[in-house]
Protein backbone atom coordinates (compact mmCIF):
# COMPACT_ATOMS: atom_id res chain seq x y z
CA UNK A 1 0.00 0.00 0.00
CA UNK A 2 1.21 3.79 -0.57
CA UNK A 3 2.46 5.67 1.88
CA UNK A 4 0.83 9.25 2.61
CA UNK A 5 -1.19 10.81 -0.25
CA UNK A 6 0.30 11.08 -3.57
CA UNK A 7 0.86 14.25 -4.34
CA UNK A 8 -0.65 16.13 -7.60
CA UNK A 9 2.12 16.47 -9.93
CA UNK A 10 3.51 14.63 -13.10
CA UNK A 11 6.62 13.25 -13.15
CA UNK A 12 8.52 13.16 -16.29
CA UNK A 13 10.38 9.42 -15.34
CA UNK A 14 13.72 8.77 -14.11
CA UNK A 15 16.47 8.21 -16.50
CA UNK A 16 18.42 4.58 -16.46
CA UNK A 17 21.49 6.13 -15.78
CA UNK A 18 20.00 7.76 -12.40
CA UNK A 19 18.04 4.32 -11.58
CA UNK A 20 21.34 2.62 -12.18
CA UNK A 21 23.13 4.70 -9.24
CA UNK A 22 20.26 4.43 -6.90
CA UNK A 23 20.31 0.57 -7.30
CA UNK A 24 24.31 1.23 -6.58
CA UNK A 25 24.44 3.11 -3.74
CA UNK A 26 20.99 1.11 -2.36
CA UNK A 27 23.08 -2.11 -2.81
CA UNK A 28 26.33 -0.29 -0.87
CA UNK A 29 24.03 0.82 1.98
CA UNK A 30 22.08 -2.70 2.59
CA UNK A 31 25.51 -4.25 3.01
CA UNK A 32 26.36 -1.35 5.24
CA UNK A 33 23.68 -1.69 7.40
CA UNK A 34 24.12 -5.60 8.08
CA UNK A 35 27.68 -4.30 9.18
CA UNK A 36 26.34 -2.00 11.48
CA UNK A 37 23.85 -4.96 12.91
CA UNK A 38 27.26 -7.52 13.38
CA UNK A 39 28.55 -5.35 15.60
CA UNK A 40 25.65 -5.01 17.78
CA UNK A 41 27.05 -7.56 20.36
CA UNK A 42 29.91 -5.45 20.68
CA UNK A 43 28.70 -2.19 21.20
CA UNK A 44 29.08 -2.51 24.94
CA UNK A 45 33.13 -2.56 24.33
CA UNK A 46 32.86 0.14 22.17
CA UNK A 47 35.33 3.20 23.14
CA UNK A 48 33.78 6.64 22.24
CA UNK A 49 35.61 8.88 20.45
CA UNK A 50 34.62 12.34 20.58
CA UNK A 51 34.74 14.84 17.74
CA UNK A 52 33.20 17.76 19.41
CA UNK A 53 30.78 19.07 22.56
CA UNK A 54 28.27 15.70 22.90
CA UNK A 55 29.73 14.65 19.31
CA UNK A 56 30.58 10.96 19.63
CA UNK A 57 32.44 8.45 16.68
CA UNK A 58 32.81 4.72 17.08
CA UNK A 59 34.76 2.03 14.97
CA UNK A 60 31.97 1.42 14.00
CA UNK A 61 31.20 4.57 12.24
CA UNK A 62 34.95 4.57 10.47
CA UNK A 63 34.51 0.67 9.70
CA UNK A 64 31.20 1.18 7.75
CA UNK A 65 32.67 4.59 6.24
CA UNK A 66 35.93 2.19 5.11
CA UNK A 67 33.10 -0.38 3.59
CA UNK A 68 31.18 1.98 2.15
CA UNK A 69 34.16 4.39 0.51
CA UNK A 70 35.91 0.83 -0.59
CA UNK A 71 32.53 0.56 -2.62
CA UNK A 72 31.91 3.71 -4.05
CA UNK A 73 34.84 5.45 -4.77
CA UNK A 74 37.97 2.56 -4.90
CA UNK A 75 40.99 3.93 -6.60
CA UNK A 76 40.97 4.19 -10.15
CA UNK A 77 36.99 5.75 -10.15
CA UNK A 78 36.69 8.99 -11.27
CA UNK A 79 34.01 9.63 -8.30
CA UNK A 80 34.07 12.64 -5.62
CA UNK A 81 33.22 11.23 -2.00
CA UNK A 82 32.65 13.07 1.01
CA UNK A 83 32.17 10.98 4.42
CA UNK A 84 31.56 12.49 7.75
CA UNK A 85 34.01 10.81 9.06
CA UNK A 86 37.13 10.56 6.28
CA UNK A 87 36.28 13.05 4.15
CA UNK A 88 34.28 16.15 6.03
CA UNK A 89 36.34 18.87 4.09
CA UNK A 90 35.75 17.41 0.30
CA UNK A 91 33.57 19.79 -2.02
CA UNK A 92 30.66 18.89 -4.61
CA UNK A 93 32.44 18.74 -8.16
CA UNK A 94 31.25 17.97 -11.95
CA UNK A 95 30.95 14.07 -12.05
CA UNK A 96 29.31 11.97 -9.42
CA UNK A 97 29.73 13.19 -6.33
CA UNK A 98 28.53 10.45 -3.13
CA UNK A 99 27.49 12.35 0.25
CA UNK A 100 27.81 9.71 2.91
CA UNK A 101 27.02 8.94 6.43
CA UNK A 102 27.43 6.24 7.83
CA UNK A 103 26.01 6.16 10.68
CA UNK A 104 23.74 9.09 11.49
CA UNK A 105 22.53 9.17 15.08
CA UNK A 106 25.41 7.45 16.71
CA UNK A 107 25.10 8.85 20.10
CA UNK A 108 21.38 7.16 19.89
CA UNK A 109 23.35 3.84 18.06
CA UNK A 110 25.95 4.33 21.38
CA UNK A 111 23.30 3.90 23.67
CA UNK A 112 21.14 1.34 22.54
CA UNK A 113 18.45 3.55 21.68
CA UNK A 114 16.71 2.41 18.15
CA UNK A 115 16.89 5.23 16.22
CA UNK A 116 19.96 5.43 13.40
CA UNK A 117 20.39 5.26 9.60
CA UNK A 118 22.86 4.65 6.88
CA UNK A 119 22.28 7.27 4.79
CA UNK A 120 23.93 7.71 0.75
CA UNK A 121 23.06 10.65 -1.46
CA UNK A 122 24.27 10.81 -5.24
CA UNK A 123 24.73 13.47 -7.07
CA UNK A 124 25.84 14.18 -11.16
CA UNK A 125 26.94 17.95 -11.46
CA UNK A 126 25.99 19.01 -8.36
CA UNK A 127 22.25 17.64 -8.33
CA UNK A 128 20.81 15.06 -6.04
CA UNK A 129 19.69 12.23 -8.48
CA UNK A 130 19.64 9.21 -5.92
CA UNK A 131 19.54 8.47 -2.06
CA UNK A 132 18.79 6.17 0.42
CA UNK A 133 17.84 5.96 3.64
CA UNK A 134 18.24 2.71 5.78
CA UNK A 135 16.83 2.50 9.24
CA UNK A 136 18.87 0.35 10.77
CA UNK A 137 17.52 -1.19 13.90
CA UNK A 138 13.94 -1.42 12.24
CA UNK A 139 15.18 -3.00 8.85
CA UNK A 140 13.55 -0.47 6.75
CA UNK A 141 14.91 1.07 3.27
CA UNK A 142 13.90 4.78 1.50
CA UNK A 143 14.94 5.41 -1.58
CA UNK A 144 14.73 8.08 -3.96
CA UNK A 145 15.40 8.77 -7.66
CA UNK A 146 15.05 12.30 -9.77
CA UNK A 147 11.92 12.33 -11.17
CA UNK A 148 11.55 8.65 -10.28
CA UNK A 149 9.76 9.06 -7.56
CA UNK A 150 10.08 7.99 -3.37
CA UNK A 151 9.75 4.82 -1.88
CA UNK A 152 9.64 2.95 1.46
CA UNK A 153 10.79 -1.27 1.00
CA UNK A 154 9.57 -0.72 -2.53
CA UNK A 155 6.54 0.66 -2.14
CA UNK A 156 5.98 4.15 -3.24
CA UNK A 157 5.65 6.95 -0.81
CA UNK A 158 4.05 10.68 -0.42
CA UNK A 159 4.21 13.42 2.16
CA UNK A 160 1.39 13.73 4.57
CA UNK A 161 -1.90 15.51 3.36
CA UNK A 162 -2.11 17.46 6.85
CA UNK A 163 -3.21 21.20 6.56
CA UNK A 164 -4.12 22.12 9.94
CA UNK A 165 -1.53 22.95 12.22
CA UNK A 166 -3.98 22.02 15.07
CA UNK A 167 -3.36 18.27 14.19
CA UNK A 168 0.31 18.11 13.11
CA UNK A 169 3.02 16.15 14.21
CA UNK A 170 6.30 18.29 13.90
CA UNK A 171 10.13 16.91 14.19
CA UNK A 172 13.26 18.59 15.08
CA UNK A 173 16.75 18.64 15.77
CA UNK A 174 18.34 20.22 18.78
CA UNK A 175 21.27 22.27 18.20
CA UNK A 176 23.32 20.71 20.74
CA UNK A 177 27.08 21.29 18.72
CA UNK A 178 25.96 24.63 18.40
CA UNK A 179 25.26 25.81 21.94
CA UNK A 180 25.15 29.44 20.15
CA UNK A 181 21.82 28.35 19.00
CA UNK A 182 20.13 27.33 22.13
CA UNK A 183 18.68 30.34 22.83
CA UNK A 184 17.55 30.96 19.22
CA UNK A 185 16.27 27.24 19.02
CA UNK A 186 14.61 27.86 22.58
CA UNK A 187 12.41 30.42 21.29
CA UNK A 188 11.20 29.03 18.53
CA UNK A 189 9.68 25.97 20.36
CA UNK A 190 6.70 27.29 22.41
CA UNK A 191 5.66 28.96 18.99
CA UNK A 192 5.30 24.87 17.40
CA UNK A 193 4.31 22.93 20.72
CA UNK A 194 1.62 26.06 21.26
CA UNK A 195 -0.11 25.55 17.95
CA UNK A 196 0.74 21.71 16.80
CA UNK A 197 -0.31 18.16 18.27
CA UNK A 198 3.11 17.34 19.27
CA UNK A 199 7.17 17.80 18.63
CA UNK A 200 9.10 14.59 18.25
CA UNK A 201 13.09 14.26 18.00
CA UNK A 202 14.58 11.36 16.76
CA UNK A 203 18.60 11.89 17.09
CA UNK A 204 19.01 11.15 13.49
CA UNK A 205 18.05 13.88 10.63
CA UNK A 206 18.22 11.49 7.94
CA UNK A 207 15.40 9.81 9.70
CA UNK A 208 13.27 13.01 10.46
CA UNK A 209 13.38 13.43 6.88
CA UNK A 210 12.48 9.65 5.57
CA UNK A 211 9.73 10.09 8.21
CA UNK A 212 8.44 13.34 6.89
CA UNK A 213 8.28 11.89 3.34
CA UNK A 214 6.52 8.85 4.05
CA UNK A 215 3.81 11.23 5.82
CA UNK A 216 4.86 10.00 9.37
CA UNK A 217 5.58 13.44 10.68
CA UNK A 218 4.25 16.58 8.68
CA UNK A 219 7.31 18.75 8.63
CA UNK A 220 10.98 19.09 10.31
CA UNK A 221 13.47 21.60 11.52
CA UNK A 222 16.99 21.58 12.40
CA UNK A 223 18.98 24.99 12.86
CA UNK A 224 21.93 23.50 11.80
CA UNK A 225 23.06 20.10 9.50
CA UNK A 226 25.56 18.44 7.65
CA UNK A 227 25.52 17.88 4.16
CA UNK A 228 25.42 13.89 5.03
CA UNK A 229 22.71 14.50 7.46
CA UNK A 230 20.68 15.82 4.53
CA UNK A 231 22.27 14.65 1.15
CA UNK A 232 19.66 11.39 0.84
CA UNK A 233 16.88 13.31 2.81
CA UNK A 234 16.16 16.11 0.68
CA UNK A 235 15.35 14.10 -2.26
CA UNK A 236 13.36 11.61 -0.25
CA UNK A 237 11.00 14.61 0.57
CA UNK A 238 10.98 16.23 -2.89
CA UNK A 239 10.41 13.26 -4.69
CA UNK A 240 7.78 12.07 -2.27
CA UNK A 241 5.64 16.02 -2.87
CA UNK A 242 7.62 18.27 -0.40
CA UNK A 243 9.78 20.84 0.29
CA UNK A 244 13.12 21.28 2.31
CA UNK A 245 13.97 24.74 2.04
CA UNK A 246 16.86 27.05 4.43
CA UNK A 247 15.01 29.51 6.55
CA UNK A 248 14.50 32.10 3.81
CA UNK A 249 12.57 29.36 1.98
CA UNK A 250 15.28 29.01 -0.82
CA UNK A 251 15.49 25.52 -2.35
CA UNK A 252 17.99 23.65 -0.12
CA UNK A 253 21.18 21.44 -1.36
CA UNK A 254 23.58 19.30 0.75
CA UNK A 255 25.29 21.53 2.83
CA UNK A 256 26.18 23.20 6.29
CA UNK A 257 22.68 24.91 7.10
CA UNK A 258 19.46 24.65 8.74
CA UNK A 259 16.77 23.17 7.34
CA UNK A 260 12.94 23.17 7.00
CA UNK A 261 10.85 20.35 5.42
CA UNK A 262 7.19 19.12 5.23
CA UNK A 263 4.32 18.74 3.37
CA UNK A 264 3.62 22.28 1.39
CA UNK A 265 1.14 23.51 3.54
CA UNK A 266 3.20 22.22 6.55
CA UNK A 267 6.28 23.86 5.19
CA UNK A 268 4.62 27.12 4.62
CA UNK A 269 3.29 27.07 8.53
CA UNK A 270 6.28 26.39 9.74
CA UNK A 271 8.73 28.51 7.90
CA UNK A 272 6.35 31.23 9.00
CA UNK A 273 6.08 30.15 12.50
CA UNK A 274 9.75 29.40 12.73
CA UNK A 275 10.53 33.35 11.08
Known amino acids: MPTGRE ?79 SAPDTVVTAGITFIVDPLDGTTNYLHGFPAYAVSIGALIDGELVAGVVIDVPRDITYTAVRNGGAFRDGQPMFVSSIIDPALSLIATGVPFRKPEQIARYLAQLPKVLATTSGIRRAGSAAIDLAHVACG ?38 PAFAGFVAGNPAMHAWLLATLA
Open 216 to 253: SVDAFWELRLAPWDVAAGILLVREAGGLVTDFDGAPST
Open 7 to 85: PPRTRPGATDSDRALLREIEDVATTAAAFIRSQDSQRDALTWDIKGESDFVSAVDRGTETLIRDRLAPPGRAVTFIGEE
